[in-house]
């Protein structure tokens, strides 16, 4: 059984395998067990953030926005123009994930304002996104968390 803080079950992996080693099933074990790693790696690879996710972010946040689930709070086009410039700019790859945390600090204000009539998750994940501007990487998860945040519930 899969436990909290292992939710690709590597350790039922290798307690399998460790127990098949003398039998036919030893293959088939060392192959479900290494599936189940490198799921897991990717997992935290993703977890610390990915800059091939920047243009996904960028989408998921001019699409939440135009989908008018935020109303229209001061900010929402801006944030969209914004990114719509983004993503143009990333297709035509005259922009790539490297500026990307220079495109998230210039809607940092606009982000702002749209947050200021949210909830204190939104406004903590914002905060947190303020100070992760320092790579792709770290700009892309603080920023799939204030997405998440902005995330109406089902």
Avoid at 8 to 30: I, K, P, Y
Avoid at 59 to 68: A, E, H, K, M, V
Avoid at 102 to 113: E, K, N, P
């Amino acid at each position: 059984a899969q436990r909290p803080g292992d939710p690709f079950g590597v350790g039922d992996a290798l307690r399998d395998l460790e127990s098949s080693a003398a039998t036919d099933g030893c293959a088939a074990q060392h192959a479900a067990f290494a599936h189940a790693l490198d799921a897991f790696v990717s997992y935290l690879a993703k977890a610390a953030g990915d800059p091939a996710d920047c243009l996904q972010n960028t989408r998921w946040q001019r699409d939440l926005l135009r989908s008018g689930a935020l109303g229209g709070t001061a900010g929402v086009q801006h944030v969209i123009d914004v990114s719509q410039r983004f993503v143009d700019g990333y297709m035509s790859r005259e922009v790539t994930a490297a500026d990307y945390p220079a495109f998230v600090h210039s809607t940092l204000d606009a982000l702002t304002q749209i947050v200021d009539t949210l909830d204190g998750v939104a406004r903590d994940a914002l905060h947190e996104l303020e100070h992760a501007l320092d790579t792709p990487a770290t700009a892309q998860r603080a920023h799939r968390q204030l997405l998440l945040a902005l995330q109406p519930s089902p």
